[in-house]
C-alpha cells in the first residue's frame, strides 16, 4: 500500500536549521508534485511548499520564502525540506503530500490524494 513516512523533526531554538524527509513507498514518485503542509495547534492545516517532478520547479507560502528549500530525489522516492532560520512561529505537526499523477492544476495546495503521518516541528524563543 501507499505510505509516505516524514522524519526529521524535533525541538530547535529559534534561528536554527532542520531537515524534515519524506520516504514514499507504493506509488510512482517520480511522476508527481510532492508537497509539505503543515499544522499549527489550534489552526487550519496551511500549505508551505510544493516540488514538480522535474526536480527544479518549486514553489512557497510567502511565510517561509528564504527560509526554506524543498528538494527531491527520484531515485530514492524521498522529498526533502530543509528548513532554515526558524521561528516559534514554525511550530507545527508537518505532513508531506502527494499529488495523483500528472496532476498540477491549481489551487496548488488542492489534489493530493496521499498524506503522511506528520513529523512534529517544535521552535522555542
Known amino acids: 500500500q501507499v505510505q509516505l513516512v516524514e522524519s526529521g523533526g524535533g525541538l530547535v531554538q529559534a534561528g536554527g536549521s532542520l531537515r524534515l524527509s519524506c520516504a514514499a513507498s507504493?506509488?510512482?514518485?517520480?511522476?508527481?508534485?510532492m508537497g509539505w503542509f503543515r499544522q499549527a495547534p489550534g489552526k487550519e492545516r496551511e500549505f508551505v511548499a510544493d516540488?514538480?517532478?522535474?526536480?527544479?520547479?518549486?514553489y512557497y507560502t510567502d511565510s517561509v520564502k528564504g527560509r526554506f528549500a524543498i528538494s527531491r530525489d527520484n531515485a530514492k522516492n524521498t522529498v526533502y525540506l530543509q528548513m532554515s532560520s526558524l521561528k516559534p512561529e514554525d511550530t507545527a505537526d508537518y505532513y508531506c503530500?502527494?499529488?495523483?499523477?500528472?496532476?498540477?492544476?491549481?489551487?496548488?495546495?488542492?489534489?493530493?490524494?496521499?498524506w503522511g503521518q506528520g513529523t512534529q516541528v517544535t521552535v522555542s524563543s
Open positions: 503530500a502527494a499529488r495523483a499523477p500528472y496532476n498540477t492544476g491549481s489551487p496548488r495546495w488542492e489534489g493530493y490524494n496521499y
Open positions: 507504493g506509488l510512482t514518485f517520480s511522476n508527481r508534485v
Open positions: 516540488i514538480h517532478w522535474n526536480g527544479y520547479t518549486t
